[in-house]
């Protein structure tokens, strides 16, 4: 009897093309679906860049990461603090000091049409105040003694430390409490949070009082502070820090650039929408005062010649 012979099975060369099909599948509805959910969220964009800038040894763009979906009441980045308080805060407390180093990178995330017009108003409040500061302190800023620099959402006031304390003290001058209290008395009229911010040159320290040069930054600090809640600032707006001299503005290798680093930062923070308004009445009232005392002034020598005669008179003599 003949033996079948066994028929030798054909490859199927084209079987590939099932699973690729497949996996072509998969990645053409995965991007559709990614491009359907995308749209930036700077927010976690900036957390991301935070701590990738942490982790590869560069410094933070803010001293505390930033917390995604939070609602920022008072705050600041590194060296750029900001702050719009929420609609919700506007008519009750405010919030901790202590939060405030945390809020400027959130500033410039997409934002409703109502948070841009607290925005922009915040922004014209800040103008005013800084065109009243420079006013205020023109005869130190000058001298260079003093700079104020406005920013987006914070105006920032330079202050150097040689003509507030004396050498590895942290007692006020007399003459600084007088220029301080010119800046006291800017800040009491509005209600914008303020940081200040003490910094030292790299000579060091070591006293009983100031075992280091964080203890001198951080009391220079509290002493302007404390004399900022003795002109009438609401002790609530305000918050210190001391860096030491871990910030220095210049290199610390000539005595002109340690001159510069020793220095108090007073940081004035964006606020919420209806202090602009308010500020801006004070200022068309104060406006109206002054040209009606210009008016009622010009108007005395013709309404009542006799009467400025004597003071003519008095002035020769």
Not at 285 to 305: G, I, K, N
């Amino acid at each position: 009897m003949a033996r079948r012979t066994a028929h030798e099975e054909h490859a199927n060369h084209e079987a590939w093309a099932i699973p690729y099909a497949d996996l072509m599948t998969l990645l053409l509805a995965f991007f559709v679906v990614m491009y359907a959910i995308s749209s930036l969220n700077e927010g976690k964009y900036r957390v991301m860049a935070d701590a990738l800038t942490t982790a590869f040894g560069g410094a933070p763009r803010t001293i505390t990461q930033v917390q995604v979906g939070n609602q920022q009441v008072q705050g600041g980045g590194h060296d750029s603090p900001s702050v719009i308080r929420a609609p919700s805060m506007t008519g009750g407390a405010m919030s901790d000091p202590t939060r405030l180093p945390s809020m400027a990178s959130q500033m410039t995330q997409p934002v409703s049409l109502r948070d841009r017009e607290h925005l922009q108003r915040a922004e014209r409040q800040l103008s005013r105040i800084a065109e009243r500061l420079n006013l205020s302190l023109a005869p130190l800023v000058d001298k260079g003694v003093i700079n104020v620099r406005r920013t987006e959402l914070w105006i920032e006031v330079e202050i150097n430390s040689d003509i507030l304390f004396p050498t590895g003290s942290a007692t006020l001058e007399a003459s600084a409490r007088q220029t301080l209290g010119t800046l006291a008395d800017v800040l009491r009229d509005v209600p914008n949070g303020v940081r200040v911010e003490g910094h030292t040159d790299n000579v060091p320290i070591a006293t009983a009082q100031y075992p280091s040069n964080w203890e001198l930054s951080a009391t220079r600090a509290a002493s302007v502070v404390h004399l900022f809640a003795d002109h009438g600032v609401q002790p609530q707006r305000l918050a210190m820090m001391g860096y030491g001299e871990f910030r220095p503005r210049e290199s610390n290798d000539l005595p002109e650039g340690r001159n510069r680093n020793r220095r108090v930062m007073v940081i004035i923070l964006a606020d919420s929408a209806a202090s602009a308004d308010a500020l801006a009445d004070d200022v068309v009232a104060t406006a109206a005062e002054q040209a009606a005392a210009t008016t009622t002034d010009s108007a005395t020598p013709a309404a009542a010649p006799e009467a400025a005669q004597p003071a003519a008179t008095r002035g020769v003599h």
